[in-house]
T-cell receptor, first 116, second 114 residues
Framework: GAVVSQHPSWVICKSGTSVKIECRSL??????MFWYRQFPKQSLMLMAT?????????EQGVEKDKFLINHASLTLSTLTVTSAHPEDSSFYIC????????????FGPGTRLTVT | QKEVEQNSGPLSVPEGAIASLNCTYS??????FFWYRQYSGKSPELIMS????GDKEDGRFTAQLNKASQYVSLLIRDSQPSDSATYLC??????????????FGTGTRLTIIP
């Protein structure tokens, strides 16, 4: 299958600081990427849809000013958690979607964020 | 009615047996269906995609799709302890045609007993 990378794989930051997470599709171009978060023993929760060259579409209840998404190229999307708080601690996972049917979606390995 | 329904399990299967995982979905117009495996603490991994009625085989895995019954299943033959994981069914619904975002079931936790 296709390969999607994320960096960093884990990060610890202090409350009030910002953290940037990168998501790259390594062997295919992805016009659309998705950002999810997952709390322990819970389901994946879609945060936003990231389209190359345009503004991200956020799911209901997700603060777009807090979770900044940039999809600057066909292989790179970034998620910046601004002014992080302990409640933002979670497992953040990106995925990249193939551009042709059946539109398979491949996930990155995830980034574990801990805010102290 | 939930859009994508799965039995949460846990489903316990003896090693070497066939594990059968089931999923139903709410919108008859759906076109693409996926099975993901997620180990604890890891991200989901795509196992199978299917979009035509019938069976699709890949190694020990077989996906089965019945659009009339709005049902998709995953069979795992010769189950191994390494197959123990949560299996997520995902569907692209017609209202998401355009961005093709996935709607996930809550997952079935599978345990293979040595």
């Amino acid at each position: 299958g296709a390969v999607v990378s994320q960096h960093p794989s884990w990060v610890i930051c202090k409350s009030g600081t910002s953290v940037k997470i990168e998501c790259r599709s390594l062997d295919f171009q992805a016009t659309t990427m998705f950002w999810y978060r997952q709390f322990p023993k819970q389901s994946l929760m879609l945060m936003a849809t990231s389209n190359e060259g345009s503004k991200a579409t956020y799911e209901q209840g997700v603060e777009k000013d807090k979770f900044l998404i940039n999809h600057a190229s066909l292989t790179l999307s970034t998620l910046t958690v601004t002014s992080a708080h302990p409640e933002d601690s979670s497992f953040y996972i990106c995925s990249a979607r193939m551009t042709s049917p059946p539109y398979e979606q491949y996930f990155g390995p995830g980034t574990r964020l801990t805010v102290t | 009615q939930k859009e994508v329904e799965q039995n949460s399990g846990p489903l316990s299967v003896p090693e070497g047996a066939i594990a059968s995982l089931n999923c139903t979905y709410s919108d008859r117009g759906s076109q693409s269906f996926f099975w993901y495996r997620q180990y604890s603490g890891k991200s989901p991994e795509l196992i199978m995609s299917i979009y035509s009625n019938g069976d699709k085989e890949d190694g020990r895995f077989t996906a089965q799709l019945n659009k009339a019954s709005q049902y998709v299943s995953l069979l795992i033959r010769d189950s191994q302890p390494s197959d123990s994981a949560t299996y997520l069914c995902a569907v692209i619904f017609p209202h998401n045609f355009g961005n093709e975002k996935l709607t996930f079931g809550t997952g079935t936790r599978l345990t293979i007993i040595p």
